[in-house]
């Protein structure tokens, strides 16, 4: 069986088994719980790199809230300290930019500060009360669905909604199978350890990938005429797919580029007002090419290739 790259999260059959988000508290609009809404309270820590942190940049940017909550972007160099914020040249923390909120110099100091027995992997998005100075939650499904509607008061766009009362069933289930078989089906395919882990994960992966290129020949989002964060949770693995997954993890069968309603809602979604500005490319694949030593040893980023997110999307 091939090495892992990450031993915790690898089954005994060769499967990659995520672990589950360590912090899962909620901020509220109408003060009931710990944490209420409040502009200049939260903080956001992401990696542009990383498309579950990725989703909780689209919701803010959408809504409106870059006034309301900071956001600070890390390294997307990641090592076995986890999640890092911008080193000196020489690769010596203790000389390059810290965290400007806490003076932090890898986000693992956030999630001991908040519990010191904690012992898992650091995550993004990571939301953060500058007040209580602890993690309130991060699991990206959560913070976007804060996003989306927690803090509307304080949101230039306060109309949109991304989990519409009358769809919430539909996108439930969408994103069920999306998130098991898409979203971490690429991960579970580019860290298997055993062909038959990867071959289970390959075959979903791309069964669904067929069936969301059906659904989406029949209908302009995956629920119906509207944007929802159904889109945007799949937009995120998209983006990646062809410049990352199809070589780094083995997802070769297809590429995005080859589904022509796929490719065209893909690039519907990226020519959005404010969307583009949140991609980059350049974050995306230094990160999974050169921390992923197990699966790229040699550390090089490939340069291509270069599909045009800008072509007409037809999506009429």
């Known amino acids: 069986m091939a090495q892992a790259q990450f031993i915790k999260e690898t089954g005994a059959d060769g499967s990659w088994k995520r672990q589950q988000s360590r912090f899962r508290d909620w901020v509220t609009s109408d003060g009931s719980s710990e944490f209420p809404a409040e502009a200049g309270r939260y903080h956001l820590y992401v990696c542009k790199a990383c498309p579950w942190a990725h989703r909780s940049m689209i919701v803010r940017r959408l809504k409106g809230l870059e006034s309301a909550i900071g956001m600070t972007v890390v390294d997307p160099i990641r090592d076995d300290r986890g999640w890092r914020f911008n080193l000196s040249p020489d690769g010596d923390p203790a000389n390059g930019e810290t965290d400007p909120i806490n003076g932090w110099q890898y986000l693992s100091e956030g999630y001991l500060a908040t519990d010191p027995t904690f012992e898992g992997r650091i995550t993004v998005p990571t939301l953060w009360d500058t007040k ?14 804060m996003l989306n509607s927690a803090f509307d008061e304080f949101a230039e766009h306060p109309e949109l909604d991304l989990y519409p009362e009358d769809l919430r069933e539909e ?29 289970d994960a390959y075959d979903a992966l791309f069964a669904s990938l067929d069936r969301i290129e059906g ?23 998209l983006l990646r797919f062809d410049a990352v ?4 993890f083995k997802t070769n069968l297809h590429r995005i580029v080859d589904y022509p309603s796929l490719w065209a809602h893909a690039r519907e979604l ?3 007002e404010g969307i583009a500005e949140t991609v980059d490319f350049d974050h995306i694949k230094r990160h999974y090419f050169v921390t992923h030593d197990q699966l790229n040893p040699s550390g090089i980023v490939p340069r291509g290739p270069e599909p045009d997110w800008s072509e007409p999307h037809g999506r009429g």
Do not use: K, P
């Open 245 to 248: 997954y199809v070589t780094h």
């Open 132 to 145: 209580t100075r602890r993690v309130v939650n991060n699991e990206s499904s959560d913070v976007i669905r």
């Open 171 to 199: 996108i439930d289930s969408i994103n069920e199978w999306v998130y098991a078989t898409v979203n971490n089906g690429v991960y579970a395919c580019g860290f298997a350890t055993s062909q038959t882990a990867f071959d």
């Open 270 to 272: 990226y020519q959005v």
């Open 215 to 237: 659904m989406l020949a029949e209908r302009r989002y995956l629920a119906g005429d509207r944007i929802t964060e159904a889109d945007w949770r799949l937009f995120t693995t």
